[in-house]
C-alpha cells in the first residue's frame, strides 16, 4: 500500500553536499516515521536519519553535525541534506516509512539511491 521513490543520489567530491528526497505514495498517515538508512559495500544497513511525527529526530552518530534530515507532510516527502560528505558517506542510501497501526509494525522500503563520494 505504500510506495517509496528516492532521488537525489550522484557523485560528488568529499566536503560537498547532496539532498536527498523520497516521495511516499498510497496510504500514508501522518503518524508515520519516515527515515533514511544506507548501506556501504561489505556492511550492514544502517541507520542514518529518522524523523517522527511531532518533528523529533534521530541521526547516527557519524553523520550527526551533517547532515539534517526535513519533513514535509502535505507532499508526503521526506528530504535529507548531506553536507561535508566524506568517502565514508559512499553508500545505498534507502528511504523508509515505518507504520505501527492496530499494534502492528511494517517497514517500506525505497529501491534505493547511489551517493559516491570520491575525488
Known amino acids: 500500500q505504500v510506495q517509496l521513490v528516492e532521488s537525489g543520489g550522484g557523485l560528488v567530491q568529499p566536503g560537498g553536499s547532496l539532498r536527498l528526497s523520497c516521495a511516499a505514495s498510497?496510504?500514508?498517515?501522518?503518524?508515520?516515521?519516515m527515515g533514511w538508512y544506507r548501506q556501504a559495500p561489505g556492511k550492514q544497513r544502517e541507520l542514518v536519519a529518522r524523523i517522527i511525527d511531532g518533528g523529533s529526530t534521530n541521526y547516527a552518530d557519524s553523520v550527526k553535525g551533517r547532515f539534517t534530515i526535513s519533513r514535509e507532510h502535505a507532499k508526503n516527502t521526506v528530504n535529507l541534506q548531506m553536507n561535508s560528505l566524506n568517502p565514508e558517506d559512499t553508500a545505498v542510501y534507502y528511504c523508509?516509512?515505518?507504520?505501527?497501526?492496530?499494534?502492528?509494525?511494517?517497514?517500506?522500503w525505497g529501491q534505493g539511491t547511489q551517493v559516491t563520494v570520491s575525488s
Open positions: 523508509n516509512l515505518a507504520r505501527t497501526r492496530y499494534g502492528v509494525k511494517n517497514d517500506y
Open positions: 498510497g496510504v500514508i498517515f501522518s503518524t508515520d516515521t
